[in-house]
């Protein structure tokens, strides 16, 4: 069995890994890369597999960076069954097609541009008309039961407590009498979140895949002080007579912090504030979340029984659809709370809500998510003293603020502690989904305190399952190496140059010299 790392490789995006049995090819997520502009440069051009070939894909949960390119999948020849709980799939529904609108908008503005200067014009990865037409692939599965792919594949869901439907994978393999269990963890949720549950556990694994976006940090805010903390900030904002700008994204984030706002205001401390949600796809996945209340945890679903009404609706609330209605709370200079989307900054309505406000001293924009390395919110968070935006240089004189408590991520301590509650301990685990620094960090505390031997694998590196369950690194062919950026090339280049020189110093057996060294010159042919 061969194990193929497409995407969230020393990497929080384009979640992506394939499985190959030999006679059947089972992909566990198809995600968009999301970031900087040499790691969004992955989503276009031929996936780096055939897609023809992809028999099951299985799909952690909604968001984008773990469902963005199913489209394209599709629209390049997939047409094998992909498999989600049924939220999952409502989600990704109204999810992908609005991806594809915004592909579809950035393509028509970049190419009004190109148009002028004469230059070749640009199509988008994929359109909302194709999201649409990827949708008739769904087969839904509900949490906890276990189903047969085929004669040697099984698979069951149990809930992540990430967003709405996700998922944790737990796949058995049968190969040559003998049965292997992958576990792949998806994103862990926070515990102790509002709407949904905490994350489940497993009994046991052979080989377990383990998220780390937060694999090197604590929340540093308690989830109890989340909502004093955003409490003070609107007030503190207002009083100067500025607006409150949140980039959220549009699912599970915005819904927690409509939950949060309105326990201040049930608890009397916001009065009469006025409160909008500027993302038509966060609108209708508010709507989603109040129909699926069986998704929901206990004390938010008596909460739901109990008024009659869903908790997500409060007063003062305004969904803002319409861009002339979006356009309009830019003519707002205080008093407003406006939610809005991307998430990361990088696209939609966020955008103008930031270049209307960011150079204001009164006003606040207030993080609540995770910020992607080189995106815009990124570049915010970490100081930068002017930004571009729309082709504008704005300065940044507003108040930034960050409330890591509203995370649907698990911390490290989290994320430990899931792993301690294995009764049967995985013999490798893979970390993945996070920046270099944070897999490595998480890795190196796994090893220390389970002494479990952990892998952080590089984009488009794969590894061998051999009978005995040991596990081997296979040489990347030239093929793929010719994706790797030429920072990746570095990297992997000085990787194989350090351990060539270990295995001088170690005497390690020629063979595996020669096969390192096959590796080093296909790179430097290559480069040349």
Not at 2 to 27: D, H, P, Q, R, W
Not at 159 to 173: P, R, Y
Not at 299 to 325: D, H, M, W
């Amino acid at each position: 069995m061969e194990l193929i790392f497409y995407g969230a490789a020393k990497t929080v995006t384009g979640s992506c890994f394939l499985i190959n049995t030999g006679a059947t090819k089972l992909m566990v997520d198809c995600g968009m890369f999301q970031g900087s502009k040499k790691i969004k440069e992955r989503n276009y051009g031929d996936f780096p597999f055939d897609p023809t070939d992809i028999d099951f894909l299985i799909l952690t949960h909604a968001h984008i960076d773990h469902s963005g390119l199913i489209p394209k999948l599709v629209k390049h020849g997939f047409e094998g069954q992909i498999l989600s709980t049924g939220a999952t799939f409502d989600l990704c529904s109204i999810m992908l097609p609005d991806s594809g609108y915004i592909q579809e908008m950035e393509i028509e503005r970049k190419n009004r541009k190109l148009r002028r200067a004469g230059k070749p014009l640009l199509e988008p990865i994929y359109t909302s008309n194709d999201a649409y037409k990827s949708m008739k692939y769904f087969r839904t599965i509900d949490y906890g039961l276990m189903v047969s792919l085929n004669d040697c594949i099984s698979a069951r869901f149990i809930d992540a407590g990430h967003i709405m439907g996700s998922a944790i994978v737990e796949l058995w393999i049968k190969e040559q009498n003998q049965t292997h269990k992958l576990v792949f963890t998806g994103d862990l949720g926070n515990f102790n979140q509002p709407i949904i549950n905490d994350p489940n556990t497993v009994d046991e694994a052979d080989f377990l895949f383990i998220e780390s976006t937060y694999g090197n940090r604590l929340h540093d805010d308690d989830n109890r002080d989340k909502e004093e903390i955003l409490y003070n900030i609107i007030k503190e904002t207002f009083e100067k007579g500025g607006n409150v700008i949140i980039p959220a994204f549009a699912v599970e984030r915005t819904q927690d912090l409509l939950y949060s706002l309105n326990n201040l205001i049930e608890k009397g401390k916001l009065k009469g504030v006025d409160i909008f949600v500027d993302s038509p796809l966060a609108i209708s996945a508010t709507e989603i979340f109040c129909r699926n209340i069986q998704y929901f945890d206990e004390e938010t679903r008596i909460k739901y029984e109990v008024s009659g009404e869903c908790p997500l609706f409060l007063p003062n609330l305004q969904f803002t659809r319409t861009a002339e209605e979006s356009k309009q709370l830019n003519e707002r200079k205080s008093g407003a709370i406006i939610i809005s989307a991307s998430g990361m900054c990088d696209a939609g309505r966020i955008k103008h809500h930031l270049k209307h406000n960011l150079w204001r001293q009164e006003s606040t924009i207030l993080f609540v998510g995770y910020q992607a390395d080189g995106t815009l919110g990124r570049r915010i968070l970490d100081g930068e003293k002017s930004v571009r935006i729309h082709g504008e240089e704005i300065t940044v004189n507003a108040r930034i603020e960050n409330i890591n408590g509203f995370s649907s991520h698990s911390d490290q301590r989290s994320l430990l502690d899931w792993v301690g509650k294995i009764s049967n301990p995985p013999k490798k685990i893979f970390i993945v989904h996070g920046e270099e620094e944070s897999s490595l960090a998480l890795a190196d505390k796994i090893n220390q305190i389970f002494d479990i031997e952990t892998v952080v694998p590089d984009y488009l590196e794969s590894y061998l399952i051999k009978e005995d369950l040991n596990v081997e690194p296979v040489t990347i062919p030239e093929q793929l190496i010719s994706k790797l950026t030429i920072e990746e090339l570095r990297g992997y280049y000085k990787e194989l140059i350090d351990k060539l020189d270990s295995m001088i110093t170690d005497y390690i057996d020629e063979e595996k010299y020669n096969e390192l060294y096959e590796k080093l010159r296909a790179i430097e042919k290559l480069a040349s």
